[in-house]
Nanobody
Framework: QVQLVESGGGLVQPGGSSRLSCAVS????????VAWFRRAPGKEREAVSC????????TYADSVRGRFTISADNTSNMIYLQMNSLKPEDTGVYYC???????????????????????WGQGTQVTVSS
């Protein structure tokens, strides 16, 4: 069983930066995909970014591509989400999730549905506001 604990976030001004951390325990994250989801107020949970370390796969939602960067530190079993140029619409609860990666014609790929991930952290709030 994989355990995930998020940290970071808080109140950030528009245009600012923040880094979220996800501590992964219970298994090596080479064995699965690790993703960041977020749930904005009044909206469904959506996939933000995903990483498959064994094949160096990184994916991003269109809304964050070019502003957010996902990374992994295998020595400390940490997954990070660096968020730059933050906008008010980035506000929400951010969740770290782990699950089996999908197999595509060119190799492993990340799912984008919550049902693709079976282990979840408790979430951390990010509020972008002046």
């Amino acid at each position: 069983q994989v355990q995930l604990v998020e940290s970071g976030g808080g109140l950030v001004q528009p245009g600012g930066s923040s880094r979220l951390s996800c501590a992964v325990s219970g298994s090596s994250f080479d064995d699965y995909a690790v993703a960041w989801f977020r749930r904005a107020p009044g909206k469904e949970r959506e996939a933000v970014s995903c990483i498959i370390t064994i094949d160096d796969v990184k994916t991003y939602a269109d809304s964050v591509r070019g502003r957010f960067t996902i990374s992994a530190d295998n020595t400390s079993n940490m997954i990070y989400l660096q968020m730059n140029s933050l906008k008010p619409e980035d506000t929400g609860v951010y969740y770290c999730a782990a699950g089996a990666y999908l197999l595509g014609p060119t190799g492993p790929r990340c799912g984008t549905r919550t049902s693709n991930f079976d282990s979840w952290g408790q979430g951390t709030q990010v509020t972008v506001s002046s």
